[in-house]
């Protein structure tokens, strides 16, 4: 099996519009930064990973499996995390959330239930477990997100400006977490000292890829470019 990203000449139209424009990509670094203007179609090329948006055109394989044919096995392969914890917990209690994940893996309701608290234990989180979500910070909320995606037991960790709401503390500490995965990480974000310890960072600009390459590079090209625009 074949454990990369890749996109053969893919097309994408979202409301009308052409967002990705036969772009073709290959990403087997385990972690893969996604750089871009508002509106360059970082997010939508993302989601093509999980199944969120389906290409119009082309093909996208993701680990071995072709995304048309395999959508509904993509979720247990490619974890999400987005900017806004809000919009992707969806239970009451910490540990309903994380029992949630379980079930969602495979596991039957009621073990699930019962794996959330040693699957808590693993990430230092056990005290966590009746907490309210809402009562949780906006690191918390994300770190619960995290462990949400990872007691899945996904091959691709994808985040999407996770770091938006975050004080420099708190991403720091996300930071840190992200690089200890094993997984491949793919990382859209706006934050450029982010990649610096990357394998491999992609400029996309008006859904085609502008440069691609050595983190250093690209981002030094980038920022050369938004610095002219302003
Ligand atoms: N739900 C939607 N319906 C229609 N068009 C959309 C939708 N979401 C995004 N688009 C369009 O797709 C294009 C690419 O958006 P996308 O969110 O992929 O960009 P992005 O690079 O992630 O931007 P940002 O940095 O602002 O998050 C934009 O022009 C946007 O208007």
């Keep these: 099996m074949n454990a990369s990203l890749r996109l053969d000449n893919v097309t994408l139209t979202r409301g009308g519009r052409t967002v990705l424009d036969g772009v073709s990509l290959e990403l087997a670094e385990r972690r893969v930064g996604l750089i871009g203007t508002n509106g360059s179609g970082k997010s939508s090329l993302v989601r093509l990973f999980n199944g969120l948006l389906t290409a119009d055109a082309g093909r996208v394989v993701v680990h071995g499996l072709d995304a048309a044919e395999k959508a509904d096995e993509l979720p247990r392969k490619v974890g999400f995390i987005f900017q806004n914890p809000d919009h992707q917990i969806i239970f009451p209690t910490v540990a309903e959330e994380v029992a949630f994940s379980l079930e969602q893996s495979g596991l039957p309701r009621r073990e699930a239930a ?5 699957a808590l234990e693993r990430f230092g989180r056990a005290h966590w477990a009746e907490r309210p ?9 994300q770190f619960l997100c995290i462990i949400a995606v990872l007691v899945m037991g996904p091959a691709v ?3 999407d400006e996770p770091f938006s709401s975050l004080d420099l503390p708190t991403r720091r500490r996300l930071e840190a977490l992200v690089a200890g995965l094993p997984q491949q990480v793919v990382l859209v974000a706006h934050e450029l000292d982010a990649f610096a310890a990357y394998d491999r960072v992609v400029w996309l600009h008006e859904g085609r ?3 691609d390459g050595a983190p250093g590079e690209v981002v030094a090209a980038y920022r050369a470019f938004a610095e002219a625009l302003a």
């Design 157 to 159: 960790i994808v985040l």
């Design 209 to 211: 890829v502008r440069m």
């Design 114 to 118: 019962k794996a959330a608290i040693p």
């Design 133 to 141: 979500v809402h009562a949780l910070s906006e690191g918390e909320k």
